[in-house]
């Protein structure tokens, strides 16, 4: 079975400045996707980057990157000058290949992030 | 990616009543998902809708208490049975959509069992 975690429940940041979210994931799958997924007060489930396990290079969107370490099975999330609208609870996710089977998410427990004027 | 709508968005339910949750997606997926988050918890796989057959439930969830349907690949229903306080939460529905790599959620059903 698959295991996420993130070891940070709370983290806040200053208006423009970065700030990095852990998450370690625990497999024996080989080929699987990572996720983050932001989760404002609305409670919508926004996806906010997606890394596929085959790729080295790591995914980038606009202000979010991440650092994806297959071997240490590590996938941190970068925010780069955060905004007053990031603030949200932010959850890892694994999901196996499609070719796996069965492919529903697994998710860390989240970390709550807060980003201050 | 796909579009999800979930109907309704909130209820307020008596203990001993049931409801039920509807997800419909704007395009055809394989694959269809039910999720429950508890207060200030995690999101929980509540089954697995399977297309013309029975959920797949997982560990701590029966049919009798969440009955769900798939009538179809665009559409999947999740009922509350014989609720109690302790099954107020969010309830998320999910679809795997495009190139079946991502799952994208509806805007959840916040149930509260009074």
């Known amino acids: 079975a698959q295991t996420v975690t993130q070891s940070q429940p709370e983290m806040s940041v200053q208006e423009a400045e970065t700030v990095t979210l852990s998450c370690t994931y625990d497999t024996s799958e080989n080929n699987y996707y990572l996720f983050w997924y932001k989760q404002p007060p609305s409670r919508q489930m926004i996806l906010v980057i997606r890394?596929?396990?085959?790729?080295?290079q790591n995914a980038t969107e606009n202000r979010f990157s991440v650092n994806f370490q297959k071997a240490a099975k590590s996938f941190s999330l970068k925010i780069s000058d955060s905004q007053l609208g990031d603030t949200a609870m932010y959850f890892c996710a694994f999901m196996k290949h499609w070719r796996s089977g069965n492919t529903p998410l697994v998710f860390g427990k989240g970390t709550r992030l807060s980003v201050i004027a | 990616s796909a579009v999800i709508s979930q109907k309704p968005s909130r209820d307020i339910c008596q203990r001993g009543t049931s409801l039920t949750i509807q997800c419909q997606v704007d395009?055809?997926?394989?694959?269809m998902f039910w999720y429950r988050q508890q207060p200030g918890q995690s999101l929980t796989l509540i089954a697995t809708a399977n297309q013309g057959s029975e959920a797949t439930y997982e560990s701590g969830f029966v049919i009798d208490k969440f009955p769900i349907s798939r009538p179809n690949l665009t559409f999947s229903t999740l009922t509350v049975s014989n609720m109690s306080p302790e099954d107020s939460s969010i309830y998320l529905c999910?679809?795997?959509?495009?190139?079946?790599?991502?799952?994208?959620f509806g805007p959840g059903t916040r149930l509260t069992v009074l």
């Open positions: 395009s055809q997926v394989t694959m």
């Open positions: 999910s679809a795997l959509g495009g190139a079946i790599d991502t799952q994208y």
């Open positions: 890394q596929e396990a085959y790729k080295q």
